[in-house]
């Protein structure tokens, strides 16, 4: 099946410390989305990445990291200087030929203890 | 800073009737422009896009684009309870790189 996995679903993090959200996708996009969303909230953009070994900060970058190594795969982390983590985070591809609709992986829960 | 604006709701309908959800753009040079419907819980799924002023039609779904105005639109026709749901605008902004900017959300019920 080809689609965007996202892992976990639910993780819980205690105060002080480094977490990073998997996302995963065989669609052969090239460009991979990060967001975050908050109770009641739209979707805020953290970070994005057009290409591997690139990516641009978003909105809301401060306390976030991501790294592009390899097309399919885009990673975040969530550091410890990120004052207020909880949230729904979000990732996204979009191909970058023959259409601009983006979609989105299930989500990852992110609660902090 | 570009702005994507909808009425946060609730809006309820009951059904069988004719939803209608609104949101208005500040950019003018967006060129694209999606609907997003969100079960709470869950990540958003694409409704619609469009791209050129006027109507588009899928299926129960409308979505309706007025560049002038900047403002597009969504219907939702015969509405089910199973549309109750959250529903994000998007438009697609490409300046150097291409991102999205989402507004808020609607949320809308569809009373049985």
């Known amino acids: 099946d080809g689609g965007i996995t996202q892992s976990p679903k639910y993780l819980f993090r205690k105060e002080g410390q480094n977490v990073t959200l998997s996302c995963e996708q065989n669609l052969n996009h090239d460009a991979m989305y990060w967001y975050r969303q908050d109770p009641g909230q739209g979707l805020r953009l953290i970070y994005y990445?057009?290409?591997?070994?690139?990516?641009q900060k978003g909105d809301i970058a401060e306390g976030y990291s991501v790294s592009r190594e390899k097309k399919e795969s885009f990673p975040l982390t969530v550091t410890s200087a990120q004052k207020n983590p909880t949230a729904f985070y979000l990732c996204a591809s979009r191909p970058t030929r023959g259409t601009d609709t983006q979609y989105f992986g299930p989500g990852t829960r992110l609660t902090v203890l | 800073q570009k702005e994507v604006e909808q009425n946060s709701g609730p809006l309820s309908v009951p059904e069988g009737a004719i939803a209608s959800l609104n949101c208005t753009y500040s950019?003018?040079?967006?060129?694209?422009f999606f609907w997003y419907r969100q079960y709470s819980g869950k990540s958003p799924e694409l409704i619609m896009s469009i791209y050129s002023n006027g109507d588009k039609e899928d299926g129960r779904f409308t979505a309706q684009l007025n560049k002038a105005s900047q403002y597009v639109s969504l219907l939702i026709r015969d509405s089910q309870p199973s549309d109750s749901a959250t529903y994000l605008c998007?438009?697609?902004?490409?300046?150097?790189?291409?991102?999205?900017?989402f507004g808020t959300g609607t949320r809308l019920k569809v009373l049985a």
């Open positions: 990445s057009q290409i591997v070994n690139d990516f």
């Open positions: 998007a438009v697609g902004v490409a300046s150097g790189t291409y991102k999205y900017i």
């Open positions: 950019d003018r040079g967006s060129q694209s």
